[in-house]
């Protein structure tokens, strides 16, 4: 009798393309999707919408969030009209513009990054259009309503439990990736976990 291998396990993502944190974790999980099999579906969430009733942001922060919100309003455009696989593509081009390349020309960016991801040119027109926000605000609670609102982006769901983060710098790779996903999932399945944090000493380092 043939044995069928056993399926991949499904993880779900959600993230701000702006993010440091973010994208530090994206780099480890697909790391982690090689070593454990994992299938990974990508969604969108959003630090303006996750912060637009906040009244104690500082003012470089405030300035900060338009430009954040023009890429997660063409994320959820591509989403819509060209489906999840054009996702991460467009993710990976996006955040390597953004995070190791330091860059923050947001015309620039959005059209080279749907260049390279094969996708039309026209799609920038929605980085400033609100046409997809109930979808784009949908996919960010989603999210958020998984692990409460008083964390941020990403959260990872898998087995179904949510958890935000966890927070790396620099993401590990090879086994040593693979042994903190085990724990890190072992941690979030049990029901009473709540949270374990520690002070950041670092910045993202990208590499």
Known sequence: MTVSPPAPTAVDFWFDPSCPWAWMTS????????????????????????????????????????????????????????????????????????????????????????????????????????????????SHFDGIERVGQDVGTPVIAVGGYAFFGPVLSPAPKGEQAATLWDGVVALASYDGFFEIKRSRTRGPIFD
């Not at 991801?117 to 799609?123: D, E, T």
């Open 27 to 138: 780099r480890w999980l697909d790391e982690v999707a090689v070593l454990r099999d994992l299938e990974v579906t990508w969604h969108v969430m959003s630090l303006a919408v996750l912060n637009e009733d906040a009244t104690d942001l500082s003012e470089q922060y405030r300035e900060f969030l338009p430009r954040a919100l023009r890429y997660t309003r063409l994320v959820a455009a591509v989403t819509e009209l060209h489906g999840q696989s054009a996702v991460k593509p467009l993710y990976d081009a996006l955040g390597t513009r953004i995070h190791p390349g330091a860059r923050s020309d947001s015309d620039a960016i959005i059209t080279e990054a749907l260049a390279e991801a094969g996708l039309p040119a026209s799609l920038a027109s929605f980085a400033d259009s609100d046409e997809y926000d109930p979808q784009m605000r949908a």
